[in-house]
């Protein structure tokens, strides 16, 4: 059984006015699901969460902070920073869009689900200990980690990030740890927000080891992700033996999107899916959880939905076809830098 976790409020959470963040976001992807059929087979469950417990988020983020939040919200609304706002649903939303996460996890260690998609909003990835950031609020992917650490008592969870911003509030939560491996592809820093998530960063601490950054250069496509997933994502998973894969899951690495500068196509994102799920296979019995994070083209979105929850239910993955042919030059760059990563890690895991 697949779990496809999602919720109203998850629409009524709203920015300013023409913000690429919005709610046409999650309501065209389920619009898109259902006129597909993809909800109608028996295999996906569409589930509604419930808002996390204030002990799980409390684990990833400071009180006064999430007080913040919720005060702000019930105030109405407001700025977090220039390009992230909330209004009076903000808090419901990002709670819930948590919750979802903890519920699915605690779905699929019971036995009730396999896996699971969360289709929530707002994102995650970019929410600090005391800050909303980059469109996001709660944590929601560390929020659930912490969840499987603390209360179900797991030793290694595997957090994969392949939006293509740098997931600097998931590095950020588990920067000490080796109980949880964060492994971000992103485009490079230098030329994205958030402007981190450089091949250096590795941990601190006990934590040395189990951070690992792939920045790649504007262009880098579906070859290069090919390469990186062979060569990175796959190899610190066997050195890992994670018991739980979690996935930070933006659409925004796609070539169409309008905030980023990468060339994946559909095939690229279906590549990485299948890959992920053989991994889950292979090392944890198949439990994964993906959590919608970016992505704003909002016909990309609902394809890439789409094709991954057809990859996690085990339906044909029906990919629409584009023409993106990277040049060997940006294929070389990857190589390089996979060389680098392998370098700074290699008494760890290459
Ligand atoms: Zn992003």
Redesign the pocket.
Known sequence: MTDLVYHDVFTKHEMSLGHLESPLRVLHTMSYLKETGLLDIEKIRLVTPKAASFEDVLAVHDRAYLERVKEVSANGGGYFTLDTQANRHTYDAAIIAAGGGVMAVDNILDGVTDNALILCRPPGHHAEPSRAFGFCFINNIAVAANHLIEHRKLERVMIVDY???HGNGTQHAFFSTDRVMYVGIHQDGRTLFPGTGFIDEIGVGRGIGYNINVPLYPRAGDKSYGIVFNDVVKQAASSFKPEFILVSA?F?AHLRDP??SLGLTFNGFAMMNRMLVEMAEKHCNGRLVFFL??GYDLDVLSKCTKNLLEEIAGEEVKVSEELNVESDHSINRTREIIKAVHSELAEYHF
């Open positions: 939006d293509a911003h933006g925004d905030l980023t994070e970016g």
